[in-house]
């Protein structure tokens, strides 16, 4: 069915590529997910299969030019790989970015120099910081930033966050002859003036709110963890891990893992709108159990699973 969200400019879109935990299960697959925003696209983790399930869904991965990956476990970049490589395979020649902790460039450049590959295109590795918050791309229209987690190795979890857009003409009510820098002055929220200074128009009888700056949050892998909630307050929607139940907390604690009260619980304390859960453990079949739990916290709680898109409003 054509999807007209897949083809507009403007969308916020994130599809679920791997919804499983440590290890592949029934048809579940390791972590990854799309990103689309604004016709970007963005990878996020990498488990196995990430280029199968790409292609199974008809994405263009050459349009994917940053991939972001939150920790060196394996369920989280040992696709990458493969993508790498199929991406060389069909000449690809545009920079291609991959933020991690240390370590995945040795990784990488290590399994091109011993197949003796050389891609057309740069891999351009961005070294994330233990602990650290920090914006690690940028352009006009967002930021993605990272979140720091609490798992057994360095992890970090990634913020995608639209800047404050221009606002909108009223194309009704524009006078003739503005100027063009009249009109951008419009957008950025500038009443027109005269060379004097004076006010001709005023801004809000020619202009209507901008469209709504809309956020994401990736969170895997992580402990329960509330130190960073703040950086997530009120965002659209969240992704949180949710490997086990609230049954195997002990569990969840000793591997640093969440289980879905505790997802449902970051949310609820953040306030966001939709929380998203995934990275579920292979002992549970039937997921229903895991979302029923997540619900008694947090109403308005997904399943994050492969092929599943969601798409923000703005
Ligand atoms: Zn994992």
Avoid: W
Avoid at 166 to 178: E, N, Q, V
Avoid at 248 to 265: G, I, L, N, P
Avoid at 273 to 282: D, N, Q
């Amino acid at each position: 069915m054509f999807n007209l969200h897949k083809y507009c400019c403007l969308s916020f879109k994130i599809t679920i590529l791997g919804s499983s935990g440590a290890l592949p299960a029934y048809g579940r697959h390791p972590s990854a997910q799309l990103v689309e925003i604004q016709s970007r696209s963005f990878l996020v983790d990498c488990g196995e299969a990430t280029q199968m399930q790409l292609m199974r869904l008809q994405v263009n991965f050459h349009r994917v030019n940053h991939i972001f990956i939150s920790h060196l476990h394996g369920d989280h970049y040992l696709g990458l790989m493969g993508l790498i490589f199929t991406m060389h395979l069909q000449k690809r020649v545009t920079d291609l970015h991959v933020y991690s902790h240390r370590g995945l460039d040795e990784i990488i450049t290590t399994q091109l120099r011993y197949s003796r590959s050389a891609p057309a295109f740069k891999i351009i590795f961005h070294r994330l910081e233990k602990g650290l918050r920090e914006i690690i791309f940028e352009d006009e229209a967002l930021t993605v930033e990272t979140i720091p987690l609490s798992h057994k190795i360095r992890c970090s979890g990634f913020l995608f966050k639209e800047k404050l857009k221009p606002r909108r003409i009223d194309k009704m009510k524009l006078p003739d002859g503005l100027l063009l820098q009249q009109i951008a002055n419009l957008k950025k929220g500038d009443d027109v003036t005269d060379e004097h200074g004076n006010v001709i128009f005023r801004n809000e009888d020619l202009t209507f709110n901008p469209r709504k700056s809309r956020s994401y949050a990736y969170c895997s892998d992580t402990a329960f963890e509330t130190s960073f909630i703040e950086q997530i307050k009120f965002i659209d929607m969240l992704y949180h891990e949710s490997t086990f139940m609230d049954s195997d907390e002990v569990k969840a604690t000793e591997t640093k893992h969440s289980t879905a009260r505790q997802a449902a619980t970051v949310a609820e304390l953040a306030g966001v709108k939709t929380l998203l859960i995934g990275h579920f453990s292979a002992r549970y079949k039937d997921l229903s159990p895991i979302l029923e739990e997540a619900r008694t916290v947090f109403p308005n709680c997904k399943l994050a699973v492969e092929g599943e898109e969601f798409v923000i409003d703005d």
